[in-house]
């Protein structure tokens, strides 16, 4: 028994805590996609990850509203 509540301590304490629950294809997608929009040309390629990072946790993740969700990344991201 003790050693059943010490592996479930060692699980819990050492499992990273932050799981994406979109795909990684999506976020390549969207980097790609974003990448091709006039409008984002010339922000950096970190921008853009970070912006499609945020929209896609905040769309598929948490449940938002897309059109919210990508103004809401994109004035965070892509200044």
């Known amino acids: 028994m ?8 060692f699980f819990l304490l050492f ?6 629950a979109y795909p990684h ?3 390549q997608e969207c980097i790609l996609g974003s990448k091709q929009n ?3 040309l010339g ?15 905040s769309i598929i993740d948490d449940g938002n509203d897309m059109r919210n969700s ?5 004035l965070k991201y892509l200044k």
Do not use: R, W
């Open 2 to 9: 003790k050693f059943l509540i010490t592996s479930f301590l």
């Open 15 to 20: 499992v990273p805590n932050l799981v994406n």
């Open 25 to 27: 294809e999506k976020l």
């Open 38 to 40: 006039p409008i984002i």
């Open 43 to 57: 922000i950096p390629e970190d921008s853009i990850k970070n912006y499609c990072d945020c929209t896609l946790q």
């Open 70 to 74: 990508a103004n809401k990344c994109g």
